[in-house]
């Protein structure tokens, strides 16, 4: 019954922003710790970004002061807001909880950085 939606990517230029949004249902997301992660072809998928229950927040040194991970938890949504957008960071991103739970997944939402 859980499912979380993931959303907002695209194709951006180099430089360039994007806003991802991951929508859930079927759980209370202020109940866990959220998180970010990506797979580039032929890549494992890594954390970028975690936000606890409490607001606190970590990232993945690479997307540090560039990417941001937020909450709101009225609308039961968690965002992650990425500037400066570099070609490494095309990937597939995807939302779960931290740590990840297998039946969380989704489908993810593609986001392509190039010129």
């Known amino acids: 019954q859980v499912q979380l939606e993931d959303s907002g990517g695209g194709l951006v230029q180099p430089g360039g922003s994007l806003r991802l949004s991951c929508a859930a249902s079927g759980m209370i997301l202020r109940r866990s710790t959220m998180g970010w992660y990506r797979q580039a072809p032929g890549k494992q998928r890594e954390l970028v970004a975690a936000?606890?229950?409490?607001?606190?927040?970590n990232y993945k040194d690479s997307v540090k002061g560039r990417f941001t991970i937020s909450r709101d938890n009225a609308k039961n949504t968690v965002y992650l807001q990425m500037n400066s957008l570099k070609p490494e960071d095309t990937a597939v991103y995807y939302c779960?909880?931290?740590?990840?739970?297998?039946?969380?997944w989704g489908q993810g939402t593609q986001v392509t950085v190039s010129s």
């Open positions: 936000i606890t229950t409490g607001g606190q927040t």
């Open positions: 779960n909880t931290h740590p990840s739970l297998t039946v969380y």
